[in-house]
């Protein structure tokens, strides 16, 4: 997800109570729900697709989990000893007690995958032990009515504290109907899943993928032989198949190349296959080859979700 969303989960965690805990509770909760994405930094020194066999890997992994709260709850304890040194510490400020903030930035860095998780894009949630990729297909990974849910409870809460009021019970009325949406998103998808997966046969792989703004609607992506063909689904009422909207055209599709021998000397060709879930090859207007991912194709903008391929030629696709 985004790091607004990421923040805002830290935030009405912290306002559902935990910030009572120690004193920094707050930004340990915050900061440790963005800290997996500390390898966004990985942008400054990889080029193009390269970025794609690097992010949501090591740093959301198991180790990364338990050392990078220890790491900030560190910083953090150092900081409330420097304002105390300087005179400068708060006198609001909760005593910090180490292993509470150890604590605090243990559970926002664990929300981290768990909500990255819910997307298409995938994560690796068992690296370096395993790099395989797992994916939620639950939301879009800018969701704007979960960032008015998560808004609007940490105001509530925060209106109510100010005024002395029970202010816990907004943030945990935001959690509980966070999690009901998240829920009700889970089982759209579950249902697109076996609605579309009875009516596919010949071993065709199928991908339910959240769109923006409109939760209840999926764009169903179909591939057979994977690294052949993908196509837009949709339906009318009743649960049958209308049309099948191919992306792209057949006469922009390639055959698929033979990317085995290719990688193996094009890092950028071997970071997009180990990152990719729908990959299918196009057409260059110089008759070349431009590898995309299902998941995130848009031909007017050929961007880092995207491989070329210029000394590779296109070849039409096979018969049937």
């Not at 997307?119 to 690796?124: E, Q």
């Not at 966070?178 to 065709?204: F, H, P």
């Not at 180990?274 to 007017?300: E, N």
């Amino acid at each position: 997800m985004d790091n607004l969303t990421h923040s805002l989960v830290g935030a009405v965690l912290g306002q559902a109570g935990l910030k009572r805990t120690t004193g920094l509770a707050m930004p340990a909760l915050i900061i440790g729900a963005n800290l997996p994405d500390v390898d966004a930094a990985c942008f400054f020194w990889l080029e193009g697709t390269e970025h794609l066999a690097f992010r949501r890997g090591i740093t959301h992994g198991p180790p990364a989990l338990v050392l990078l709260p220890l790491v900030l709850a560190g910083l953090l304890w150092g900081w409330d000893r420097w304002q105390t040194r300087r005179g400068t510490r708060p006198e609001a400020r909760l005593p910090v007690r180490f292993g509470w903030l150890y604590a605090m930035a243990f559970i926002g860095c664990l929300s981290h995958p768990c909500f990255d998780w819910l997307n298409v894009y995938g994560i690796r949630l068992l690296e370096p032990f395993s790099s395989q990729w797992f994916y939620g297909d639950t939301l879009f990974i800018i969701d704007p009515w979960l960032w008015a849910l998560l808004i609007g409870s940490v105001w509530w809460s925060r209106r109510q504290e100010k005024a002395g009021g029970t202010w816990m019970r907004p943030a945990w009325v935001g959690i509980a109907v966070g999690l009901a949406y998240i829920g009700v998103n889970g089982a759209i998808t579950g249902y697109e899943r076996r609605d579309y997966g009875s009516q596919l046969s010949g071993g065709a792989e199928f991908i339910s993928s959240p769109v923006p703004f409109a939760f209840w609607e999926r764009q169903q992506i179909v591939g057979k032989d994977r690294e052949v063909w993908f196509t837009l689904l949709s339906r009318i009422p009743g649960g049958a198949v209308e049309k099948a909207e191919e992306l792209p055209v057949p006469s922009e599709r390639c055959d698929w190349p033979d990317t085995a021998t290719l990688r193996r000397s094009n890092s950028q060709l071997d970071a997009f296959l180990f990152w990719s879930r729908a990959p299918f090859a196009t057409r260059a207007p110089d008759g070349s080859v431009i590898l995309y991912d299902a998941r995130f194709y848009d031909p007017r903008a050929r961007d880092r979700f995207s491989v070329a391929l210029p000394d590779v030629r296109c070849e039409e696709l096979p018969a049937g």
